[in-house]
């Protein structure tokens, strides 16, 4: 069974910082990787989804690599801002969904 | 792009009754509709398959009959958790794959609060 792994669990930064956050999974028969941000209380905001053909994957300020033989993701928040704390997941599309266990992101003003 | 609707958002029921939350893809048809629980600070977990007009495909440990599922239509949904107890209290996620099976969209989920 797939299983995917955020690292850090959770993650303080001063505003302006980049950061990484890394995913992995297990299996590396997958479709896609998808970032989702999830804000407290609230459902999932789609960020960056990554085919499995692709290697990376830019939208402003993010960007997410994969690595698929290695199993591993990783999503580059560039010059972080408040507005950035929220929980991040990764998760990795075969059959279904597999959801990592989340980074909580805090950007301290 | 494509909406996936929820349906109450937050609800809030008495344990031993039983509650129905709706999911709508309103732009798309969707053939497979997921439904997802999440725990306070942890993440989503698969609860069910559905595709339209079959039975649901539950995940191990997932009470099929107190997690009643039906997919009637190609648009709708619905989860009903029957005699509801307080440890079902949770965020329940619903997600629609479209008929090409390439996309998949997520729902703004709903709050259950069982007293």
């Known amino acids: 069974k797939q299983e995917v792994t955020q690292i850090p669990a959770a993650l303080s930064v001063p505003e302006g910082e980049n950061l990484v956050l890394n995913c992995s999974f297990t299996d590396s028969a997958i479709y896609n990787l998808q970032w989702f941000r999830q804000d407290p209380g609230k459902g999932l905001t789609s960020l960056l989804l990554i085919q499995s053909s692709q290697r990376e994957q830019t939208s402003g300020r993010l960007n997410a690599s994969l690595d698929k033989s290695s199993g591993r993701s990783t999503l580059y928040i560039a010059a972080s801002q408040p507005g950035d704390s929220a929980t991040y997941l990764c998760?990795?599309?075969?059959?279904?969904?597999?959801f990592g266990t989340g980074t909580s992101l805090t950007v301290i003003p | 792009g494509a909406v996936v609707s929820q349906h109450p958002s937050w609800v809030i029921c008495k344990s031993g009754t039983s509650v129905k939350i709706e999911c709508r893809s309103l732009?798309?048809?969707?053939?497979?509709m997921f439904w997802y629980r999440q725990f306070p600070k942890q993440s989503l977990m698969l609860m069910a398959t559905?595709?339209?007009?079959?039975?649901?495909?539950?995940e191990q440990g997932v009470e099929k009959d107190k997690f009643l599922i039906n997919h009637a239509s190609l648009t709708l949904s619905t989860l009903t958790v029957t005699s509801a107890h307080p440890e079902d209290s949770s965020f329940y996620i619903c997600?629609?794959?479209?008929?090409?099976?390439?996309?998949?969209?997520f729902g703004p989920g709903t709050r259950l609060t069982v007293t």
């Open positions: 998760a990795v599309r075969g059959n279904q969904f597999y």
């Open positions: 559905s595709n339209e007009g079959s039975k649901a495909t539950y």
């Open positions: 997600s629609a794959r479209d008929l090409t099976g390439r996309e998949q969209y």
């Open positions: 732009d798309f048809q969707a053939t497979t």
